[in-house]
């Protein structure tokens, strides 16, 4: 039996909800992770059933600190928001980086991935250049695959793959009510969106439950397991990306954070800033937010 000692953790969390944001297990002992295989991690997260999973391994490009394998229940995927932050906090909780220190670089699987220590317990990512890829047209295809009819989906905006490492289709909806009644159909977007480059849906209205918010969102990801996502720190990019593009919110410019609320409907508050830098052109999207400390324990695997 193989004993392998993790850290969970909640990102994105807000603190006027004493339950929220998004879950992540992390598995941060090197030399315990080097003792199992990648079939291993893959069970392991599918026992925790988080939205993903961490492994810290050693990383092999010289100016990044560790290498982070990041599991969904459903499969391996290149890169994701919270688990990247989490991973972060996890590094210097466990003194694998010295807790003085203000920024580092993760090795994931899209490549190098700066992150910043803002505070004890905020953690800020800097995700790539911003890419706007292919509009879909039939907003009642699309709107049939979350339970809604076509007039819930905004004639103002495109439905667009937006891409900040990971591509997200952004749907806008009229309103925070159209959001809320989505019911997503993990089934019916597969096999509407499975052709295309991503089956990830991002539900997005200016509406919102909170005042101090910008935007309400939910993501739904049934191509890697993952229904409905808590809060999404991949999406936050695209979703950042998209606000500034296309001019939602007029009080926003360039370089302000954008507030996102996300996970209300699965009873996870979660709160997400997202800035777009640059001046003429976006160059690329900070993603932030706040990580709590929920436990820490030992899994047994067996050999």
Excluded at 6 to 30: C, H, I, K, M
Excluded at 153 to 161: G, N
Excluded at 175 to 196: E, F, M, R, Y
């Amino acid at each position: 039996m193989t004993t392998l000692p993790y850290v969970q953790t909640s990102v994105f969390v807000d603190e006027r909800y004493p339950f929220g944001g998004n879950q992540l297990a992390t598995f941060w002992n090197l030399k315990a992770n080097s003792t199992i295989s990648s079939e291993v991690m893959q069970g392991i997260a599918l026992e925790m059933n988080f939205s993903e999973t961490t492994f810290f391994e050693s990383s092999k490009l010289k100016d990044c600190s560790f290498k982070v394998r990041i599991f969904t229940p459903a499969r391996e995927i290149p890169f994701a928001g919270h688990p990247t932050l989490g991973s972060a906090f996890v590094l210097k909780h466990t003194h694998l980086i010295d807790t003085s220190v203000s920024e580092t670089n993760l090795e994931l699987g899209i490549g190098k991935i700066p992150v910043e220590y803002i505070s004890a317990d905020v953690v800020r990512m800097i995700q790539p250049t911003p890419k706007f890829l292919s509009k879909l047209e039939n907003q009642k295809v699309i709107a049939a695959t979350v339970g809604l009819t076509e007039s819930a989906v905004s004639k103002q905006f495109p439905m667009q793959y937006v891409a900040t490492g990971t591509p997200f289709l952004v749907v806008p909806l009229i309103s925070l009510k159209a959001v809320q009644q989505a019911q997503p159909d993990g089934q019916a977007i597969l096999q509407t969106l499975g052709d295309h480059s991503t089956a990830k849906i991002v539900l997005l209205s200016t509406e919102t439950v909170n005042s101090d918010s910008d935007v309400h969102v939910r993501m739904f990801a049934p191509d890697v397991g993952v229904l409905e996502d808590p809060a999404t720190g991949s999406a936050a990019g695209p979703i950042g990306a998209y606000v500034d593009h296309y001019g939602l919110l007029k009080r926003i410019t360039r370089n302000s954070p954008i507030v996102i609320e996300q996970g209300y409907e699965i009873n996870r508050p979660s709160q997400l800033v997202a800035e777009v830098t640059g001046t003429k052109n976006p160059e690329n999207v900070l993603v932030s937010g706040k990580v709590k400390l929920t436990a820490e324990g030992t899994f047994y695997a067996d050999d």
